[in-house]
C-alpha cells in the first residue's frame, strides 16, 4: 500500500489510533467466558474480588488486547486490501510501532498472570502462545480455515472459562465444568469462521485458506451454523444427563432463536454475516452463563 506524500504520517501513534489497535469491541467473549468459569465452580468471588477484577482485565484489554496488535502487525499486508483505514495499513500506527506494543503487551500479560497463581500464570502462557502462532510466521495458523478458527475459540471462550474456574477454586477444575469450557470454545469455531467473511478478498489474494475462501460462502455458513449448533445440542444432552433440565430448556430455547437467525444468514451469507453476529451470537453467549450457573452444584460429579 502507497500512502500519499500529503498525509502527516507521526513520528509516534496517537493514544486514539493504539486503542483502536488494541480493539476494545473483541474484548468482550473472553471476559465473559472468564466470568462464566467463575460462576461454574460455586465459589464466592467476593471474597476473591481482586482476583476477579485482575482476571477480567488480563482476559480482556490485556491478552485480548494484545493478540489484536500482533494480528494486526502480522496481517498488515492483507489489511492493506481488506481494511486499509486500519492504524497500521493507514500509517497511523507508523513504523514498527505496532510490534512493539504486541511484544510490550506480551510481556505485561506474563506479569499481570504471575499474580494470579500457577493455574493462571500458566494459562496466560499458553494463550500468549497461541495469539503468535495464530498470527505469526512460520507458523501462522490462521491460514488454515480449521485450525485457525479452532484455536482462536478455544482462547476466547474455553481458556478463560478453564483460567476463571482454575483460579477461583485454586485447582484442576472439575470434569463438567472442563467439558462445557470445550464445548463451547468447540461451538466458537462456528463464530469466528463468521468472522472471516469481511476478510473474504484479502484472503484470497494472500493464500489466507479460511472456509469462506476454500469452500465458498454458502458452505462455509453452513458448515458454521452446524459447529454452533451442534456445541449447544451437546450441552442441552449434558445438563438433561446431570439433572439440570429446567437449564436445558432455557439453553434449547436461545438454541431455536438462533437456528431461526441462521435461516436468515444462510439466504445471504456474505451479507447477513455482521447482522448474524449482532444478533445470533448474544444468543450464544447468554447460553454460556445459564450453563455456568447449571454447574455451580455439580462438583461432587468426577
Not at 496488535?69 to 496481517?75: E, I, K, L, M, R
Not at 500509517?91 to 499481570?112: F, Q
Request: glycine fraction near 10%; proline fraction near 8%.
Amino acid at each position: 500500500m502507497t500512502v500519499s506524500s500529503d498525509l502527516h504520517i507521526p513520528a509516534r501513534p496517537q493514544p486514539k489510533a493504539m486503542l483502536e489497535l488494541i480493539k476494545p469491541i473483541t474484548w468482550f467473549p473472553p471476559m465473559w467466558a472468564y466470568l462464566c468459569g467463575i460462576a461454574s465452580v460455586g465459589v464466592s468471588p467476593w471474597g476473591a474480588w481482586p482476583l476477579v477484577l485482575l482476571g477480567v482485565i488480563l482476559a480482556g484489554p490485556v491478552v485480548c488486547g494484545m493478540s489484536q496488535a500482533a494480528n494486526d502487525w502480522c496481517d498488515r499486508h492483507v489489511d492493506a486490501v481488506n481494511e486499509p483505514h486500519r492504524p497500521i495499513p493507514s500509517g497511523r500506527i507508523p513504523g514498527r510501532w505496532g510490534l512493539w506494543i504486541a511484544l510490550a503487551m506480551s510481556g505485561l500479560s506474563l506479569v499481570l498472570g504471575w499474580f494470579l497463581g500457577p493455574w493462571g500464570f500458566a494459562a496466560t502462557g499458553v494463550g500468549v502462545l497461541a495469539a503468535w502462532a495464530y498470527s505469526a510466521e512460520p507458523v501462522r495458523l490462521k491460514r488454515s480455515g480449521w485450525w485457525g478458527p479452532g484455536l482462536v475459540g478455544l482462547c476466547y471462550e474455553g481458556l478463560p472459562w478453564f483460567t476463571g474456574a482454575a483460579v477461583l477454586s485454586q485447582g484442576l477444575p472439575h470434569f463438567p465444568v472442563v467439558t462445557m469450557a470445550l464445548l463451547y470454545a468447540f461451538g466458537a469455531h462456528g463464530i469466528m469462521t463468521l468472522n472471516d467473511f469481511k476478510a473474504l478478498e484479502g484472503d484470497k489474494l494472500h493464500g489466507v485458506r479460511s472456509l469462506p475462501v476454500t469452500l465458498g460462502p454458502d458452505v462455509a455458513a453452513k458448515v458454521a451454523c452446524t459447529v454452533m449448533a451442534l456445541a449447544q445440542a451437546l450441552v442441552i444432552a449434558m445438563l438433561l444427563i446431570w439433572g439440570r433440565p429446567w437449564h436445558a430448556l432455557a439453553v434449547t430455547v436461545l438454541l431455536a432463536l438462533q437456528i431461526w437467525a441462521m435461516r436468515t444468514l444462510l439466504s445471504d451469507p456474505k451479507g447477513r454475516a455482521p447482522w448474524y453476529q449482532a444478533t445470533g451470537i448474544g444468543m450464544y453467549v447468554s447460553g454460556m452463563m445459564i450453563t455456568a450457573f447449571a454447574l455451580r452444584s455439580l462438583e461432587a460429579l468426577p
